[in-house]
């Protein structure tokens, strides 16, 4: 329990002390090594006493996190003289008041050279900001003088212009020792008095949801309340609802893999939508990076045959530029432009990408082939033909999604190997989202939401597998808790999330009660922001080699609380019970089998697909 206390604002240098309501004393949920959640709304009369009045966030900056390498006494961001290089951040992108778009909000990287105030340590400043939206976004690390803490954080509040306030619980990792798997930005280098030290320094943003509909007025940060270390706020941002624009393709980032190298190539990726629309625009994210990546041009269309287009590829901007840089950790939306994207149809994106790229983040399985143009083939965005496209590739890179103007908003299924189509007839788009966009799309009873497939193979429930920095041959993603933010919260006009994970969680021998605490966290999360939670009970895998008795057991007992867990979930889909075989419930019955025991063919992706009630998505 927080004890009540007073904030301390600062004032024009000096402070003063405004009561907080004694109703800040509410607990909040820890949700892996970040957590940011608002507790309860506070009434207009509840703290009578007037705050300070409230200052653009930069006019509060009152320590100094940036150094050049040259002079790395200038700025000592943590008390014992540590700071981020400027060089390294300028090889990130993240140069003094560059926009920096992660996770749909708008963020913006401090205008302010090495050396000079470029943070504020949070202790109850009132901070201006306006607008609405379904999020609050705070670029944030935590810093301690002595032996490192694991997070800093505290209480604070968002006012409203109708005089309302709700409260959040915000939690930043430290910046030496804090996951890298949920960071936003990893530097490669700490500067200190006595040199530049080659260690991963991070940057996280810590999102908390908002009161939908309110225009804000003012944010208080957090007051230092019972944490070791020191929160630092760097940016902070309203992420704007998403109106207008349903997702149709989605698909998340599962690692960060060396390529090629590759020079001056065009890529050509095969994407298929789910929802249709008169306009669309696609998303491009530099996730896991370090560097900036540049794109020169590209394009969109209707695939015709292999990488050829059925139709001249209309030519997309970015922020009015035909190119775009993306820095380090951020994402890329395109403008809209007039381009109709036809209903459960193959779309041909085409990147080029101008400079020499020896990682990307990526997509590594698609059940779909792609195309890859030669070294020095230059800018074939515009291309009608396939003669450009030689090469082949399997993933995805940079794209994770495609939105399309109108529509009734977004289902997000969120899983493994399964959900990403394994063992389901290559390229034929049989996936089991993909057959729930084609029921949605064939009858109605309900709105017909876009499906946006966010399963990653090999992924799992609670374990990182992809380690969230540098190049790694493993790609199999961060766990579904510290994806939630980016594959489900931030997408396109979300509505709904299907859970269907857990089953590499039991055969690597994690815990029935382990996976259920993060299931649980997920669907608090994501309820905390307005959307609905379904869960899929993980279908049967006995015969697999490491489908052990003892992971039998602990799939069986995570079905039993999905099944009977009142209140958690808004609806339960029992995929165990669509392809178990009676006789041998810990299998899958002989025609729903993809030949491992482990992963369902095409039948049984429809039997999936058909086991959802469509009612039960809205």
Same mark, same amino acid.
């Given at each position: 329990?927080? @004890?009540?206390?007073?904030?301390?604002?600062?004032?024009?240098?000096?402070?003063?002390?405004?009561?907080?309501?004694?109703?800040?004393?509410?607990?909040?949920?820890?949700?892996?090594?970040?957590?940011?959640?608002?507790?309860?709304?506070?009434?207009?009369?509840?703290?009578?006493?007037?705050?300070?009045?409230?200052?653009?966030?930069?006019?509060?900056?009152?320590? @100094?996190?940036?150094?050049?390498?040259?002079?790395?006494?200038?700025?000592?961001?943590?008390?014992?003289?540590?700071?981020?290089?400027?060089?390294?951040?300028?090889?990130?992108?993240?140069?003094?008041?560059?926009?920096?778009?992660?996770?749909?909000?708008?963020?913006?990287?401090?205008?302010?050279?090495?050396?000079?105030?470029?943070?504020?340590?949070?202790?109850?400043?009132?901070?201006?900001?306006?607008?609405?939206?379904?999020? =609050?976004?705070?670029?944030?690390?935590?810093?301690?003088?002595?032996?490192?803490?694991?997070?800093?954080?505290?209480?604070?509040?968002?006012?409203?212009? /109708?005089?309302?306030?709700?409260?959040?619980?915000?939690?930043?990792?430290?910046?030496?020792?804090?996951?890298?798997?949920?960071?936003?930005?990893?530097?490669? +280098?700490?500067?200190?008095?006595?040199?530049?030290?080659?260690?991963?320094?991070?940057?996280?943003?810590?999102?908390?949801? =908002?009161?939908?509909?309110?225009?804000?007025?003012?944010?208080?940060?957090?007051?230092?309340?019972?944490?070791?270390?020191?929160? +630092? !706020?760097?940016?902070?941002?309203?992420?704007?609802?998403?109106?207008?624009?349903?997702?149709?393709?989605?698909?998340?980032?599962?690692?960060?893999?060396?390529?090629?190298?590759?020079?001056?190539?065009?890529?050509?990726?095969?994407? +298929?939508?789910?929802?249709?629309?008169?306009?669309?625009?696609?998303?491009?994210?530099?996730?896991?990076?370090?560097?900036?990546?540049?794109?020169?041009?590209?394009?969109?269309?209707?695939?015709?045959?292999?990488?050829?287009?059925?139709?001249?590829?209309?030519?997309?901007?970015?922020?009015?530029?035909?190119?775009?840089?993306?820095?380090?950790?951020?994402?890329?939306?395109?403008?809209?432009?007039?381009?109709?994207?036809?209903?459960?149809?193959?779309?041909?994106?085409?990147?080029?990408?101008?400079?020499?790229?020896?990682?990307?983040?990526?997509?590594?399985?698609?059940?779909?082939?792609?195309?890859?143009?030669?070294?020095?083939?230059?800018?074939?965005?515009?291309?009608?033909?396939?003669?450009?496209?030689?090469?082949?590739?399997?993933?995805?890179?940079?794209?994770?999604?495609?939105?399309?103007?109108?529509?009734?908003?977004?289902?997000?299924?969120?899983?493994?190997?399964?959900? /990403?189509?394994?063992?389901?007839?290559?390229?034929?788009?049989?996936?089991?989202?993909?057959?729930?966009?084609?029921? =949605?799309?064939?009858?109605?009873?309900?709105?017909?939401?876009?499906?946006?497939?966010?399963?990653?193979?090999?992924?799992?429930?609670?374990?990182?597998?992809?380690?969230?920095?540098?190049?790694?041959?493993?790609?199999?993603?961060?766990?579904?808790?510290?994806?939630?933010?980016?594959?489900? =919260?931030?997408?396109?006009?979300?509505?709904?999330?299907?859970?269907?994970?857990?089953?590499?969680?039991?055969?690597?021998?994690?815990?029935?009660?382990?996976?259920?605490?993060?299931?649980?966290?997920?669907?608090?999360?994501?309820?905390?922001?307005?959307? @609905?939670?379904?869960?899929?009970?993980?279908?049967?895998?006995?015969?697999?080699?490491?489908?052990?008795?003892?992971?039998?057991?602990?799939?069986?007992?995570?079905?039993?609380?999905?099944?009977?867990?009142?209140? !958690?979930?808004?609806?339960?889909?029992?995929?165990?019970?669509?392809?178990?075989?009676?006789? +041998?419930?810990?299998?899958?019955?002989?025609?729903?089998?993809?030949?491992?025991?482990?992963?369902?063919?095409?039948?049984?992706?429809?039997?999936?697909?058909?086991?959802? /009630?469509?009612?039960?998505?809205?």
């Amino acid at each position: 329990m927080l @004890r009540t206390s007073k904030l301390t604002v600062p004032v024009a240098g000096r402070h003063r002390p405004t009561a907080l309501a004694r109703a800040l004393a509410a607990g909040a949920v820890a949700t892996g090594a970040v957590c940011a959640l608002v507790l309860a709304g506070v009434p207009a009369h509840a703290d009578t006493a007037p705050a300070a009045e409230p200052l653009p966030l930069e006019r509060l900056f009152d320590n @100094r996190a940036v150094s050049d390498d040259a002079r790395p006494e200038e700025a000592d961001f943590d008390g014992q003289g540590g700071s981020f290089s400027a060089q390294d951040l300028t090889a990130a992108g993240w140069t003094p008041g560059r926009l920096l778009p992660i996770d749909g909000a708008p963020l913006r990287w401090p205008d302010s050279r090495p050396g000079r105030p470029d943070n504020v340590r949070a202790d109850g400043q009132a901070v201006r900001l306006g607008g609405r939206g379904d999020a =609050l976004s705070f670029l944030v690390a935590g810093s301690s003088p002595g032996p490192a803490a694991d997070v800093a954080g505290g209480t604070g509040y968002v006012r409203y212009r /109708d005089g309302s306030r709700t409260r959040y619980h915000l939690r930043a990792p430290d910046w030496r020792h804090g996951p890298l798997t949920t960071k936003a930005v990893g530097l490669p +280098h700490r500067n200190t008095g006595g040199g530049q030290r080659t260690e991963t320094t991070r940057l996280y943003v810590v999102t908390v949801p =908002l009161a939908r509909g309110r225009e804000l007025s003012s944010v208080v940060l957090p007051e230092r309340q019972g944490y070791a270390g020191e929160l +630092h !706020v760097f940016s902070l941002a309203v992420r704007p609802p998403s109106n207008g624009w349903t997702g149709s393709w989605g698909t998340s980032t599962s690692g960060y893999a060396a390529v090629g190298p590759w020079t001056d190539r065009t890529l050509r990726l095969i994407v +298929h939508s789910s929802a249709g629309g008169p306009r669309t625009r696609i998303r491009l994210e530099n996730t896991f990076a370090q560097r900036t990546v540049r794109i020169g041009h590209a394009t969109v269309a209707v695939q015709g045959s292999g990488a050829a287009t059925a139709g001249r590829p209309v030519p997309l901007a970015f922020g009015g530029r035909a190119g775009a840089e993306i820095p380090a950790g951020a994402q890329q939306f395109s403008d809209p432009v007039g381009f109709r994207v036809p209903p459960d149809t193959n779309l041909l994106v085409s990147i080029h990408l101008p400079q020499t790229v020896r990682a990307l983040p990526v997509h590594s399985y698609s059940n779909q082939v792609s195309y890859l143009s030669a070294d020095g083939a230059g800018d074939r965005t515009g291309d009608r033909g396939s003669a450009a496209f030689g090469e082949k590739l399997e993933g995805w890179p940079l794209l994770t999604g495609v939105d399309v103007a109108g529509g009734s908003g977004s289902v997000v299924a969120l899983g493994d190997s399964i959900t /990403d189509g394994e063992r389901a007839t290559p390229g034929a788009n049989g996936r089991w989202p993909d057959l729930l966009s084609r029921r =949605l799309l064939g009858q109605h009873t309900v709105p017909r939401l876009g499906v946006l497939n966010h399963g990653i193979s090999g992924n799992r429930v609670v374990t990182d597998r992809y380690p969230g920095a540098g190049t790694s041959t493993i790609k199999s993603g961060v766990s579904a808790e510290h994806r939630l933010e980016r594959d489900v =919260l931030a997408q396109t006009s979300a509505r709904t999330v299907v859970f269907f994970e857990g089953v590499n969680d039991i055969r690597a021998g994690t815990t029935a009660d382990e996976v259920i605490g993060a299931l649980k966290r997920m669907a608090a999360l994501a309820h905390e922001r307005g959307m @609905r939670v379904a869960a899929a009970t993980i279908a049967p895998c006995g015969g697999f080699f490491d489908c052990t008795a003892e992971a039998e057991a602990q799939r069986v007992a995570i079905n039993r609380h999905i099944r009977t867990a009142t209140g !958690v979930y808004d609806a339960v889909f029992d995929f165990d019970a669509a392809i178990r075989d009676p006789r +041998h419930p810990d299998r899958m019955l002989p025609r729903f089998d993809g030949g491992d025991h482990l992963h369902p063919n095409d039948a049984g992706m429809k039997a999936f697909s058909d086991a959802i /009630d469509l009612r039960k998505l809205i």
